[in-house]
């Protein structure tokens, strides 16, 4: 599912990869999670630097031209984030998605601009940063219930790529995935993330 999770003896410590009944197909790390990045993530997703949206959404367009053919893609949307009542403005996962379709200027990527979002987010998570493994398996097996399609034939019979900023056991993605495949009926689902955590079975 995700290489750069091998260690030396060609396994992937991640229990989601060697899962054959998981949802998600492949995620794809732009990067690593670590020094100026996870900085400068941290500063957008927590510290309302939301000029880094602008950067982000083009790192994303970048290796999506380098990486990923267009033709294999009917969907790009965002792992959706929640809005709170009276917040003017889309959540920062969206923004990221914003930015690389204003930079798509040749229109090559079919992203989720539209309003209302493809996917959405009905209520808030807790914050997942420096939660241990079994805390995100449990809190990405409660996220469906707070995820809504506004209009599912935007989904149906569909091959999906979801964005995300950070990956750290996939399990939100896997539940994501999940959830557009039976609820929507999306025929395949990818993720692509601007950065991958250091993979940590326990603690």
Known sequence: MCSQ??????????GLCRNPRRNIRTIRAIAYLAGDLQAKIHAYKYGARTGWAIIFGRLLLGYLETHIDPSSVDLVVANPTH??????????????????SHEDVFGEWPFDVSEPRAIVKTAPTPRSAGSNLLAKQVAARK????????????????????????????????????????????????AVVLARAPWRPSG
């Open 143 to 190: 996220l469906p219930a707070l995820l809504s399609l506004p209009e599912p034939a935007r989904i149906q019979g569909k091959r999906i790529l979801v964005y995300d900023d950070v990956c750290t056991t996939g399990s939100q993605l896997n539940e994501v995935a999940g959830y557009l495949i039976e609820q929507g009926g999306a025929v395949e689902v990818n």
């Open 5 to 14: 999770y091998v260690d030396e003896s060609g396994r992937c410590p991640n």
């Open 83 to 100: 809005v709170p009542r009276g917040e003017v403005g889309p959540g920062h996962t969206e923004r990221v998605i914003d930015a690389a």
